[in-house]
């Protein structure tokens, strides 16, 4: 009897030593980054750079894998429905806190449904135009949109793309036709062509087309005027009075990812947001905003969500 509780203490230390072990050598194999917009904008190079620094931290690859589609509730929606083990995970835009407002297709209905785990800084909006329209100012441009024979064509592909553009619109009193895309790279073409008439892009997305004469920026969805950008006037001095859109990218897990792993997961994106390469990369795409922890990160998401709310109500928005 005393050698089969001898044995069987010895087996119970065997699996829980074993059980501990695994625990603590996460992660052990690639971890997916759901990225739910196209390859080629600045939320994907974004992800590809923190990806980079995780990669390096976490001593195991950090793959992004570009989910596009559903104004960007298509990825979402598959890290949504993916085991709560630490191998799947989100890069949020602060737009995918305004989806379940603004689309009966959500497939959540609060982007607090997701453990929130860390939060890199976002994408400053801008209301830019073909530079063939000839118009320099935003009251030129509502000038232009009212005198129209027909509603000009404005390019979309996500959720705070179309809050930034009902501001402005709604602020100066003219209309503007929805024309959806997947992602900022889809919609370039047609933009730069002047098949449509009218953008709200990140600024990283709009930025080397302003330079070379292609676009003009006529509005930024900022405080403050951009340092990089002097010449280009914020919404509020455009006459634009709705307060800057919330600007984040969330880094997300699925519903109930266990705490031990979260932690890991934000130490690493920290140590990432530090590194020459990543800050170089976010230089680049002009996208300022610290690393935040999982705490802050829920705030912030919460915030962003009550914006697109308040919103939605006073106008009835819906890209439905």
């Known amino acids: 009897m005393n050698r089969w509780i001898t044995g069987l203490a010895a087996a119970a230390l065997a699996l829980w030593t074993l059980s501990s072990g695994a625990q603590a050598v996460y992660p052990a194999k690639p971890i997916r980054l759901i990225v739910p917009t196209p390859a080629g904008g600045p939320s994907d190079a974004a992800a590809r750079a923190l990806a ?5 931290e976490l001593g195991h690859e950090v793959l992004v894998e570009n989910r596009p589609g559903g104004n960007s509730g298509i990825g979402a929606g598959a890290v ?5 083990d630490g191998y799947t ?10 989806l379940p407002h603004l689309s009966k297709a959500s497939p959540y209905k609060s982007l607090a449904e997701f453990t929130a785990v860390a939060t890199i800084g976002g994408n400053t909006q801008c209301f830019v135009v073909p530079a063939g329209l000839a118009v320099k100012t935003l009251a030129e441009f509502a000038a232009h949109a009212k005198a129209s024979a027909k509603p000009l064509l404005r390019g979309s592909n996500n959720a705070s793309e179309d809050m930034v553009a009902g501001q ?3 602020a100066l009193g003219f209309t503007l036709e929805r024309v959806p895309y997947k992602g900022a790279p889809q919609m370039l073409p047609d933009l730069l062509e002047g098949r449509i008439q009218a953008a709200v892009l990140p600024v990283g997305a709009s930025l080397p087309h302003v330079r070379a004469g292609r676009l003009v920026m006529l509005g930024c969805s900022v405080a403050e005027r951009i ?3 002097p010449t280009v006037p914020t919404l509020g001095e ?3 009075g709705a307060a800057p859109l919330v600007t984040a990218h969330f880094v997300l897990g699925p519903p109930r990812l266990p705490a031990d792993i ?5 130490a690493a994106v920290r140590q990432a947001a530090q590194t020459a390469d990543f800050r170089q990369e976010m230089d680049r795409l002009l996208i300022v905003g610290p690393a935040r922890s999982p705490g802050e990160t829920r705030e912030l998401m919460l915030r962003a969500e009550a914006q697109y709310v308040q919103y939605v109500r006073e106008t009835g928005a819906s890209i439905d």
């Open 238 to 240: 455009a006459g634009v």
């Open 168 to 170: 402005v619109t709604g």
């Open 80 to 84: 949504l429905n993916a085991p709560a």
């Open 89 to 98: 995970l989100l890069f949020a835009l602060a737009s995918n806190a305004g």
């Open 227 to 229: 340092a990089a950008l």
């Open 52 to 56: 980079k620094g995780m990669s390096a």
């Open 262 to 266: 979260v932690e890991r997961l934000a």
